[in-house]
């Protein structure tokens, strides 16, 4: 009877030292900044031009609790990231 193979020992996650921070770059908005990963940022898109609206969260927008709000939350992942707010203009109705 052959003898089992022992089943390996699953590796734990790495975990990113708690002084280690990522910058979130936030363009036409607020909240840039180094933080820490998981962190939840309020992010918040400036007023946009006369005669524009707001249409949405471009660049690395999946960090965004919802892409499509002014102000959103944005969770900071393990890397520098960088978002745009983004406008369109105005309907003329």
Same mark, same amino acid.
């Given at each position: 009877?052959?003898?089992?193979?022992? /089943?390996?020992?699953?590796?734990?996650?790495?975990?990113?030292?708690?002084?280690?921070?990522?910058?979130?770059?936030?363009?036409?908005?607020?909240?840039?900044?180094?933080?820490?990963?998981?962190?939840?940022?309020?992010?918040?898109?400036?007023?946009?031009?006369?005669?524009?609206?707001?249409?949405?969260?471009?660049?690395?927008?999946?960090?965004? /609790?919802?892409?499509?709000?002014?102000?959103?939350? /944005?969770?900071?992942?393990?890397?520098?990231?960088?978002?745009?707010?983004?406008?369109?203009?105005?309907?003329?109705?």
């Amino acid at each position: 009877m052959p003898t089992p193979t022992p /089943a390996p020992t699953p590796s734990p996650t790495p975990q990113p030292p708690e002084n280690l921070r990522f910058r979130l770059t936030v363009i036409d908005g607020r909240g840039n900044g180094n933080y820490r990963v998981g962190r939840q940022i309020r992010v918040r898109a400036n007023r946009p031009p006369e005669d524009f609206v707001f249409r949405r969260w471009s660049g690395d927008w999946v960090i965004l /609790a919802n892409p499509f709000l002014m102000v959103t939350t /944005a969770t900071i992942p393990s890397m520098d990231v960088l978002i745009e707010a983004t406008y369109e203009p105005r309907s003329p109705n």
